[in-house]
């Protein structure tokens, strides 16, 4: 299993961009670079997910360089409601043991 | 289509009673998930169950742990003689069949956070 690492927290302004950076240096050719969101109380949440350069949907973007080996997922203009943990992880194709490391908190301010 | 449902939401039990947790998968999802989320901690993947199958519980405790996914009715997670360190957040996820090669996305109810006196 590869090991991803990301920051443990981060503090962003309401309205603002935001950039989590997580590397994975042993990524293998077959695995999928996944994002959670999980807020407080709550199961986590699927958010996007890529395999190399970039992917985007109505709430993230995902940037995955030429060799694989960190990803970025990117929050545009967050509020208030997007504070949360953000999960990292690195999952082989067909495989269904999701490895969830601490995550990066994400705190927005007003 | 509702969510996938857990109960109890919040579940008190003493050291040595049992604990049951609950896990309805969403409509049309045949295989269920169990993790584990200790404070401060990630998600750690538990058993992995098909109808009336556990395909892998490799994440399990061997000792008081046990899961189901009967032919009818939902999953359950069943703690024997409970110990302060079972106290956690237990977290059910479901996923519909799909291909060996496809990423299955797992989606999780709102969790059981148990906690032992």
């Known amino acids: 299993l590869a090991k991803t690492t990301q920051p443990i927290s981060m503090d962003s302004y309401e309205g603002q961009e935001v950039n989590i950076t997580c590397s994975h240096n042993n990524i293998a050719t077959n695995d999928y670079i996944t994002w959670y969101q999980q807020f407080p109380s709550q199961g986590p949440r699927f958010i996007i997910q890529g395999y190399k350069t970039k992917v985007t949907n109505e709430v993230a973007s995902l940037f995955i360089p030429a060799d694989r080996k960190s990803s970025t997922l990117s929050l545009p203009r967050v509020s208030l409601s997007d504070t949360a943990v953000y999960y990292c992880?690195?999952?082989?194709?067909?495989?269904?043991?999701?490895?969830f490391g601490k995550g990066t908190k994400l705190s927005v301010i007003p | 289509n509702a969510g996938v449902m857990q109960n109890p939401r919040h579940l008190v039990r003493r050291r040595g009673q049992e604990a049951r947790l609950r896990c309805s998968p969403m409509k049309g999802h045949s295989h269920v998930y169990w993790y584990r989320q200790l404070p401060e901690e990630g998600l750690k993947f538990m058993v992995y169950l098909q109808k009336e199958n556990i395909i892998d519980e490799s994440g399990m405790p061997k000792e008081r742990f046990s899961a189901e996914f009967p032919k009818e009715g939902p999953s359950i997670l069943r703690i024997q003689q409970v110990v302060r360190g079972d106290s956690a957040a237990y977290f059910c996820a479901s996923s519909p069949p799909t291909a060996y090669s496809s990423y299955n996305e797992q989606f999780f109810g709102p969790g059981t956070r148990l906690t032992v006196l």
């Open positions: 992880l690195v999952v082989g194709a067909g495989s269904y043991q999701l490895t």
